[in-house]
């Protein structure tokens, strides 16, 4: 069978982040990066600025000539951080196989898995929808049965893009398109591969390898073999998961009652049947919680020893619950994550030790 891989890539990241969280942002131009007294560059750039010719790695000087009501806004990257795990977090929910290129962007080999959701465009959709619910922030998503066709095609389908390549079409896929959409191809390998009399990917794989190799040398076989469509290169990571985790979205907004308590306990339930199932156990206890105007709050609650126990889960976040809720709030998101994570036999202390407590705040 034909594997399966999907590129998912958030649009725009850091500029959307700043847009998400200050909501005067929204629908203005806004570039991420250090002053232009400072000689900044452009590390982000949203669509509205990209618009006048804004892109990464322009000096930001630049980028305000090019676009004089561009909003200047400096990179925060814990923020960025914290939004990216929980993205990548989302990710591993489906599968285990995923590879983060950067804090925005991550291959996925979901072959066995995308049956479960559907096939695999229903499975690409389901993670654009819920990036979107959890974060709200977009995604676009190649697939493809390789991870070089997989990434054109959620470049070339920006912003908010979904792009599947059926098997068997990768060749006719990337023919029509520029030898620069070609991964791993820069602006000199361009240059070198236009003078050559390449303008298309489709030109490069009916070429002789040896004109190739003139042009680019050794490189020149590699492009070759990439622009018919083959990679047979793995989705690998050594990255053993940093939290567990799952949250709901209610349809209607709830109260603190039982209602809210019934659900808390049940994703309680499937946080510690998920750590137990993996091996794991957690030190911290994060819960999340998303009131009726958005805003969003975390706390969280830590032990000396480390927990899969059920029971214990639920106890540490219905405190956490106990500790913000007041009367007249409403919410429309509770959490749960399981982060600190070990491996091991558990441990026999029961009791939960309040050491740390952390808020997000942030309109969506």
Not at 16 to 34: F, I, K
Not at 308 to 321: K, N, P, S, T
Request: include cysteine; charged fraction near 25%; glycine fraction near 8%.
């Amino acid at each position: 069978m034909p594997r399966v891989i999907i590129h998912a890539d958030l649009d725009a990241f850091y500029a959307s982040v700043e847009q998400l969280d200050d909501p005067e942002l929204r629908g203005n131009p806004v570039v991420v990066g250090g002053s232009p007294e400072g000689r900044g560059v452009v590390m982000a750039a949203s669509y509205e600025a990209r618009r006048f010719g804004v892109r990464s790695a322009m000096p930001m000087s630049r980028a305000l000539r090019l676009c004089r009501q561009a909003v200047r806004v400096p990179p925060r990257f814990s923020r960025y951080s914290e939004v990216s795990h929980e993205v990548m977090a989302l990710f591993r929910e489906v599968t285990p196989l995923v590879a983060p290129l950067s804090l925005d962007e991550a291959f996925l080999e979901v072959s066995e898995h995308a049956d479960a959701y559907g096939g695999p465009e229903s499975l690409a959709r389901y993670l654009k929808t819920e990036v979107k619910e959890r974060t709200g922030l977009t995604l676009s998503v190649g697939v493809a049965t390789n991870k070089l066709v997989a990434k054109v095609a959620s470049d070339i389908g920006k912003p908010d893009g979904l792009v599947v390549v059926p098997p068997g079409t990768e060749a006719a896929f990337l023919a029509p398109l520029k030898t620069r959409a070609l991964w791993g191809v820069g602006p000199k390998a361009e240059i070198a591969l236009s003078a050559a009399g390449f303008q298309t990917i489709g030109q490069i794989a009916v070429a002789e390898p040896a004109r190739l190799e003139v042009a680019l040398g050794s490189r020149g076989l590699w492009l070759h073999a990439m622009a018919r469509g083959i990679d047979d290169s793995p989705v690998t990571t050594d990255h053993e998961p940093k939290s567990v985790g799952a949250e709901n979205t209610f349809p209607r907004d709830l109260t603190d009652g039982p209602e809210l308590r019934a659900e808390l306990d049940r994703i309680a339930e499937s946080v510690a049947r998920r750590l137990s199932k993996n091996g794991f156990r957690a030190r911290t206890i994060v819960l999340k919680l998303r009131y009726a105007h958005f805003r969003t709050i975390t706390r969280q609650a830590s032990r000396p020893l480390p927990t899969d126990d059920r029971d214990e889960v639920a106890a540490a976040a219905g405190a956490l619950l106990d500790s913000v809720a007041r009367p007249g709030d409403r919410f429309r998101l509770i959490g749960i994550h399981a982060t600190n994570l070990v491996k091991g036999e558990p441990d026999q202390l029961g009791l939960w030790v309040r050491t740390t407590e952390s808020l997000r705040e942030s309109p969506a």
